[in-house]
């Protein structure tokens, strides 16, 4: 590692794994604390943040834990507050919150419209909206915002509030970046491809719309779709996380960084 994070604090929101192995998050987490940084790990679920933090204290590195519901102004405030006080600063924020209930527009239910709106949008605005003043006051920083190729392609599956959430993250990105450029802070995207986590093996029906619920038929579908003949993983997705957010990138804002093996080159 070439501590490409020293002297950097990190907040990573969605730091936990729905399941076992490793979710965006929690290699974006350890990562950076591999990289340097002091790394706060909040998650909705405070036990997979945990998780997360222990295996960053076991090797040798720097975090403390939190639950966080990234959809709520208080709880995302008092998150950034305990990675300024707890480490003095704030110089990094990755967010990796999000879901995805199939559906199109007809057949979803507004109440799932709301909801993924929630936590696939407001979560972001909320995270930004709280971290950005204390990166100010830490002298800049580097903002990350973990989106999707849907939202820049139609995947083959009919999420109407996944497409519409993660295309918002984008130009939200982009337009945040115009506005804090000046003042030191950069925010980018990365545009996640066909990835094999835990948070698509456990996504409500995915399964069901790929081979009639058998994973592991999904699995084999899903790497036959990528011209590099298979998914991605989370370390792909922190590793650009981690470009973005390093000094490497610092003439670099706005961009929606498209990690997907060649996927989104294909016209079918």
């Known amino acids: 590692m070439t501590k490409r994070l020293e002297n950097k604090v990190a907040l990573v929101i969605g730091a936990g ?8 998050g929690k290699a974006a987490a350890v990562l950076f604390a591999r990289e340097g ?4 790990c909040a998650d909705i679920s405070e036990k997979a943040a945990q998780e997360t933090r222990d295996l960053i ?10 639950g966080c519901d990234a959809t709520v102004s208080a709880d995302v405030a008092r998150t950034v507050a305990m990675a300024t006080d707890t480490f003095g600063g704030l110089h990094v924020l990755d967010n ?8 199109g527009v007809v057949e979803l239910a507004e109440e799932e419209w709301d909801r993924v709106n929630a936590v696939n949008l407001k979560s972001v605005f909320l995270a930004m909206k709280h971290a950005i003043p204390a990166m100010e006051a830490s002298g800049g920083g580097a903002i990350v915002n973990i989106s999707s190729i849907a939202s820049i392609r139609y995947t083959g599956v009919a999420y109407s509030t996944y497409y519409a959430t993660k295309a918002a993250v984008n130009h939200l990105t982009s337009t945040t970046a115009v506005e804090y450029a000046a003042r030191g802070i950069r925010v ?4 996640p491809g066909l990835m094999k986590t835990p948070m698509v093996e456990h996504a409500t029906k995915l399964a069901d719309v790929y081979s009639d619920g058998d994973v592991e038929a999904m699995w084999k579908k899903r790497d036959s779709q990528v011209p590099m003949g298979h998914m991605g993983d989370a370390w792909d997705v922190a590793h650009a996380a981690l470009f973005l957010v390093s000094d490497e990138a610092r003439y670099i804002t706005g961009h929606a960084l498209v990690v997907d093996g060649g996927i989104t080159l294909k016209y079918s």
């Open 57 to 66: 204290l076991a090797e040798g590195g720097e975090a403390v834990a939190t």
């Open 17 to 24: 794994s729905s399941g076992p192995g490793w979710g965006n």
């Open 188 to 191: 980018n995207a990365v545009l």
């Open 37 to 40: 940084a002091k790394v706060v």
């Open 96 to 103: 990796n919150v999000g879901i995805a209930e199939v559906g």
